[in-house]
C-alpha cells in the first residue's frame, strides 16, 4: 500500500486533530493504480513551522489554512512559489471569498475547503488531490 504525506497547518487544535482523526484510517482507490493508498497525517500551528516541515517532511499535500499567527496561508504560498515543491495545496477558509480564492490560486492552491467542512468533504477534497498529483507524477 502506498502512503502519501499530508502535512495540516491550522491554528486551531480542534481542527487540526479533526482532520488527523479522519484521514489517519482513510484508504483511497485511484483509477489506473494498483492497491490502495493511505495518508500519513503530520500536524502544525503556524506558518513558519509548514515552512520548517516542508523542508524536512515533503509532504504530498499541504492542508493549509487562511488565517494563522503571524504568517497567512497566503504568505505561505507565496513563499512557497519560490521554490520547486511537487507538492498539492488545498486552502482551508472560515473567510472565503472570491478574491482570497483567486489569490491563492494565482499563487498555486489547488483546491479550496471552506470552513465548517464535513469529514465527507473532507475526504472528497483529499481523494481529488490525490488523484491530481498522481496523474501529475505519472505524467512526468
Partial sequence: MDRLRILVVDDELGIRLAVKRTLQD???????????????V?????GEEALERIETLRPDILLLDHKLPSMSGLDVLNRLSEKEV?????????????????????????????????????????YKSAKHLMLGRRAR
Fill in 42 to 46: 503530520d500536524l502544525v500551528e503556524t
Fill in 86 to 126: 511537487d507538492m498539492i495545496t488545498v486552502m482551508i477558509t472560515a473567510y472565503a471569498s472570491l478574491e482570497t480564492a483567486v489569490t491563492a490560486t494565482k499563487r498555486g492552491a489547488f483546491d479550496f475547503l471552506a470552513k465548517p467542512f464535513t469529514p465527507e468533504e473532507l475526504k472528497a477534497a483529499v
Fill in 26 to 40: 482513510y484508504a483511497i482507490r485511484l483509477p489506473d493504480f494498483e492497491g490502495e493508498m493511505s495518508f500519513e
